[in-house]
């Protein structure tokens, strides 16, 4: 009944991680997917608004050029009527008692521009008024007019908009001449397109954003199930590896009663001893995964922990021919499990003293952090010196069965796992691991 009990229980804790893990999944592409299609969207939006508006621009600065160059009589009523021959010489029609500048020579005109563009004018001598045109308009008075275009003058400004109304100046001698132009009908249409340019895009997004949460279940259902089956297999396996390893133990040290140890029953057991291991951390981590570590929280002294648990390694730094040095701050406190700290010196120890360089100092610190991000956590730091820094990204020696040794040689004995077991357990606990290098020194730093 336990075994069934544990297994039930294990089932089910696989199947919620599972569950987590798709949900996770979702969401980053979900995410992903919704990012790329609003960066998309706002290109296009914005593209198409900007280049609506520079069209706007470019057909009311048209009419502007139209007017100045008929002289501030856009259709000649202001203004007597010119002999035809300097008409044309001019680039002018003399048309009855009216004068018209050629509309062919500006760009977007047509022959009923002139007639519903409303305009008017104001020139200033010194700053000063001295004439107001607003016949070609209604909706501004001449005091209004005076208003613009005095305060347009007393900022230095030449040229763009000023509400509904786009200018620009001409300065003839002492004489300077603002002309405004009603843009309304343009400027309306304009915030019109990009209202509804925004509306429609807005209601795209949406669509997709339902079309991408339905599609990824199905995207991410296979990484899923194969997530699902490779955690399955690693409990599974590993706990199948465990019955004959057990045999095999058992059975060298009968051959060791009957025939005496010798140097082949000395490397069974140590390479026995060295799968067990492998496989008893390759259990933690999947359930680690699982959510299922069964840590026990307490508040412990952290200080007294990492002295006992580092303990034992002065002798085995000795051993493999280096020392180990330790800096423990004392009366540090942690809300921890006792045996997952204790198996993180170990591992970090037991990593340092097999890859640390010949007749180097292993140095272990222990501290509580005061400031910066990391203020209110202890660290624990492991620093030794190594042959050569491994190259590329050195958080990669945190991966499952990642090594710097790329012929996995069997002198050290490592299998790559340790350190992945360091993470787990420092992301537990809330905090963190992290591995930085400096010339051929090398320092691991967790956080609690």
Not at 426 to 436: M, N, R
Request: charged letters at 20%; glycine letters at 8%.
């Amino acid at each position: 009944m336990t075994e069934q009990f544990r297994a039930a229980s294990s089932g089910a804790g696989r199947a919620n991680a599972v569950d987590a893990l798709g949900r996770r999944l979702r969401r980053k592409f979900i995410l992903v997917a919704m990012g790329a299609v609003t960066v998309v969207l706002t290109l296009i939006i914005a593209g198409i608004n900007i280049v609506n508006y520079s069209h706007v621009c470019k057909m009311v600065d048209a009419r502007l050029d139209y007017i100045v160059a008929g002289k501030g009589g856009i259709d000649g009523e202001d203004e007597p009527a010119n002999d035809l021959s300097q008409d044309m010489g001019a680039g002018k029609v003399a048309a009855g008692n009216r004068e018209v500048v050629r509309v062919g020579h500006f760009e977007g005109m047509t022959a009923e521009s002139p007639f519903d563009t409303r305009y008017f004018t104001v020139t200033l001598v010194d700053g000063q008024v001295v004439d107001v045109n607003t016949a070609r308009i209604a909706a501004v008075g001449a005091k209004h007019a005076v208003r613009i275009a005095a305060g347009l003058y007393s900022k230095g400004l030449t040229s763009g908009f000023s509400g509904n109304y786009r200018y620009t100046v001409t300065v003839q001698g002492d004489e300077t001449t603002y002309v405004f132009v009603d843009c309304s009908r343009e400027l309306a249409s304009f915030h019109s397109f990009l209202s509804a340019s925004v509306a429609i895009s807005c209601n795209g997004w949406l669509a997709v954003l339902a079309i991408v949460t339905v599609a990824s279940g199905a995207v991410i259902r296979p990484m899923v199930e194969s997530y699902s089956k490779q955690k399955r297999f690693i409990t599974d396996a590993s706990h199948e590896i465990k019955t004959p390893l057990a045999v095999i133990d058992a059975a060298n040290e009968v051959q060791e009663i009957e025939s005496g140890e010798s140097e082949w029953t000395q490397s069974i057991h140590e390479q026995v001893a060295r799968l067990t291991a492998l496989t008893e951390r390759l259990v933690f981590l999947a359930r680690m995964d699982e959510g299922s570590a069964g840590f026990t929280m307490t508040s412990i002294d952290l200080s007294e922990s990492v002295d006992k648990a580092a303990a034992p390694f002065e002798s085995v730094a000795v051993s493999r021919g280096k020392r180990l040095s330790t800096s423990i701050a004392s009366g540090v406190r942690a809300h921890a499990d006792t045996a997952a700290v204790a198996q993180v010196v170990e591992l970090l120890l037991d990593n340092a003293t097999r890859y640390a360089s010949e007749d180097s100092v292993i140095e272990l610190s222990l501290r509580a952090a005061s400031r910066g991000r990391g203020k209110g956590a202890a660290e624990l730091v492991v620093s030794n010196a190594v042959d050569e820094l491994p190259e590329g990204d050195l958080d990669r020696l945190f991966d499952r069965f990642y090594r710097a040794d790329v012929s996995r040689s069997s002198k050290t004995g490592g299998s790559g796992v340790g350190l992945s077991v360091v993470r787990a357990i420092a992301e537990a606990h809330g905090g963190s691991a992290s591995v930085c290098g400096h010339g051929n020194q090398i320092t691991f730093t967790v956080r609690l």
